[in-house]
């Protein structure tokens, strides 16, 4: 399965102020995710990074707000604008389409406090 | 109704009991299913696909009851280390669902 690199690991941001995530992938990929994942809850899907066209984003998340890059098959971004303090959160990029033996890997995540 | 529902426990057993999770889906199109472990503060690892048939990996054993869609994750022998969270996950075409996730804590 697929080896994903993100970073930053951690940040801590003034609001107002924009972060951008990036997830290197090992390997060429078909699919990558950007999650959410709040304290104790469990994953949210903030969109699919399609590469070569615009990511196809979940109801409640919009491209102003979380615009996301995806110039080839092992590099996504996800960046978090005008962040506020309801930002903070945990996100997470995801890669995988090898099939249904080999489900989906995940980044080590992305713990963002806004404050 | 949820798309994925878990009971989030938590679970706290004592070490070499034998433990159960379940897990119902609504999507009755939804192709692939897997069980997830994720440690605290840390990312989500696939622990093992689950099959129509049914699928064992050393301790743990998953089943799938489509006609129910309902997915099962058994772990026999609980050990200190498999205190985790497990997240059922439910993919219709690469849109993978998550259910909020079941807390284990195995105990000495």
């Known amino acids: 399965s697929a080896v994903i690199s993100q970073k930053p690991s951690r940040d801590i941001c003034q609001r107002g102020t924009s972060l951008t995530i990036q997830c290197q992938v090992d390997?060429?990929?078909?699919?990558m995710f950007w999650y959410r994942q709040q304290p104790g809850q469990s994953l949210t899907l903030i969109a699919t990074a399609n590469q070569g066209s615009e990511a196809t984003y979940e109801s409640g998340f919009v491209i102003d707000k979380f615009p996301i890059s995806r110039p080839n098959l092992t590099f996504s971004t996800l960046t978090v604008s005008n962040m506020s303090p309801e930002d903070s959160s945990i996100y997470l990029c995801?890669?995988?389409?090898?099939?249904?033996?080999?489900?989906?890997?995940f980044g080590s995540g992305t713990r963002l406090t806004v404050v | 109704r949820k798309e994925v529902e878990q009971d989030p426990g938590p679970f706290n057993v004592p070490e070499g009991a034998t433990v159960a999770f379940n897990c119902t889906y609504s999507n009755s199109a939804s192709q692939s299913f897997f069980w997830y472990r994720q440690d605290c503060r840390k990312e989500p690892k696939l622990l093992m696909s689950v099959y129509s048939s049914g699928n064992e990996d050393g301790r743990f054993t998953a089943q799938l009851n489509r006609a129910s869609q309902y997915i099962s994750l058994l772990i026999r022998d609980s050990k200190l280390s498999d205190s985790a969270t497990y997240l059922c996950v439910v993919d219709n075409n690469n849109d993978m669902r998550f259910g909020a996730g079941t807390r284990l804590t195995v105990k000495p």
């Open positions: 390997s060429q990929v078909t699919m």
């Open positions: 995801s890669a995988g389409g090898g099939g249904s033996d080999y489900g989906y890997t």
